[in-house]
């Protein structure tokens, strides 16, 4: 075969993204989901969201591959959509990174990733969970966490959206899952769209403080189970916010993949969406990062669920 030909057969490279290393990235590996979750940003109108995938998975492991050593990229977070729904091409690209997690919604089992993260999705418990995530959905995911074999290695976490709307059963949700067998529960905050007043946004940050100092007394109640860093909250206050946000993001540092509507990976402005008001960012792995940062480490998608 001529050598053109065989050019033509492999998968084409990535585009360019500049010579900037970016040693943690996330990448969408589909917009598919089988939920439709009241808060997710995967549907909001901005986003290259037509629900189908756009990259067939040789093309995709061959172009995270290139761009793993173009960008030194070391940890990757594999999102959706619902990564699940493509479970084969994401863990084969996962053996790709030193360091890789899934964010989940749970419903397609818990996969077995030994000694990597896998962040399962919840938002309350049953009543105020399904109300956002799905009639349910609470018992499936609780099921797969249940069953799922504890002693595969994989460190399970859960991890609940606070939104304004379920923010009243933070506390409830804690008692619910204290003795299921994770590794742990963390909490983010909504991330709403530019001048969005909905049941879910907070129109203000002085209005969610409140929210933000209940987390800190759970951290405190629940030390071990609760995976947030007492720091990073507070630097979530009405007071210290503004700082950290915008042009100033901790994930301008990071490479967040989608695949636009040509089939070829794209970066959007926030791996929240391209509409995102960040002035009322409540991604609690932002601030973290910033504190990671502090201390010379770097800021990686997966500290979401770590503290
Ligand atoms: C987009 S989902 C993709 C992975 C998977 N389908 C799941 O539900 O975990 C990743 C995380 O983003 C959260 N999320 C979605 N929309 C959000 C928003 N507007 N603000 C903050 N978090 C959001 C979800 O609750 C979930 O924990
Ligand atoms: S399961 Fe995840 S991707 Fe699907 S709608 Fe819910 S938050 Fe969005
Ligand atoms: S909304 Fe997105 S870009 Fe803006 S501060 Fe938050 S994570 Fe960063």
Redesign the pocket.
Known sequence: MAIDSLQSALPPDPPDFGPREFPAALVNVTNR?N?K?T????YRDANPNASIDKMDDATMLHQLEVLRDRHGIKSMLF?????MVRRKLVLAAMSLFEDSSI???GTYGIPSTPGRLV???L?GPSEENDAIRGQGVFERVEQAVRGRDREDGTIVML?M?ITKENSPSIERFVDVVADWPVDGVAF?????RKGECSGQAWETNQERDEVVERVIALKEAYPDLVRANVATLRLMKSDQCGAYVGDRCAFKAMLPLYVGDGGVFERTFCC?GNDVDCNRC??YAVFNAVRHRGRGSTPGPTTPVSD
């Not at 808060?39 to 995967?42: D, E, K, P, T």
């Not at 999102?79 to 990564?83: I, K, L, Q, R, Y």
């Not at 983010?188 to 709403?192: C, D, E, Q, S």
Request: hydrophobic letters at 35%; charged letters at 5%.
């Open positions: 989901c939920l979750c808060h997710c940003f995967i999102m959706g959509g619902e990564p964010a989940t919604n962040s399962v999705s938002d991890q959206a983010t905050f909504y991330v709403p929240y409540g991604a």
